[in-house]
């Protein structure tokens, strides 16, 4: 857990209440949900799009907790994560939805309260991120926290909206 008197301040230093199972648990529950459309650019079927979710490989994403920075500051942690998640896209669509929803897990379990994030805002840079991501070469597992402009996106975000006490 964070200790806020750190001089450095709160950092995500624990990971272990999630599994990669909490991915997959949360990008299904976009796929089910009616407020946001899923993407299903091939037609598929609400069965095979949810077994595309589960077939998502658990090695894969236990690397982006295991290798997860425990040791950077609140804000390039956050921007790091979404590079990671994000960037590989495990998914065929939610993959931002999927990557804010663990993180703000995370944040909470590990005792960090950044409150509300402006939607307007988290709009902006998700389409900057997609945007980013179209232009990068490809993030894979040996990239997953790599400081390209991916990450600056997100960098710019967190600094933005991340209680000034974090940041």
């Not at 236990?62 to 994000?86: G, I, K, S, Y």
């Not at 980013?132 to 991916?150: A, G, Q, W």
């Amino acid at each position: 857990m964070s200790d806020p008197a750190d001089p450095d301040g709160p950092r995500i230093t624990d990971l272990s209440s999630i599994e990669p199972e909490n991915f997959k648990f949360r990008n299904t529950e976009f796929l089910k949900s009616d407020a946001h459309p899923y993407d299903n650019p091939r037609d598929r079927t609400f069965s095979e799009q949810r077994a595309d979710v589960w077939r998502v490989r658990n090695g894969d994403i236990e690397r982006v907790l295991e290798e997860f920075p425990t040791d950077r500051p609140l804000p390039e942690q956050c921007a790091l994560w979404m590079h990671a998640v994000v960037g590989k896209h495990f998914f065929e669509d939610a993959n931002h939805r999927t990557a804010i929803a663990v993180l703000r897990k995370l944040l909470r379990d590990n005792g960090i309260d950044v409150g509300e994030w402006p939607t307007d805002r988290v709009k902006r840079a998700r389409d900057e991120s997609h945007e980013v991501r179209s232009e990068i070469p490809s993030v894979h597992l040996d990239t997953l926290y790599e400081k390209d402009e991916l990450y600056r996106v997100w960098l710019r975000f967190f600094t933005d909206v991340l209680p000034d006490e974090y940041c």
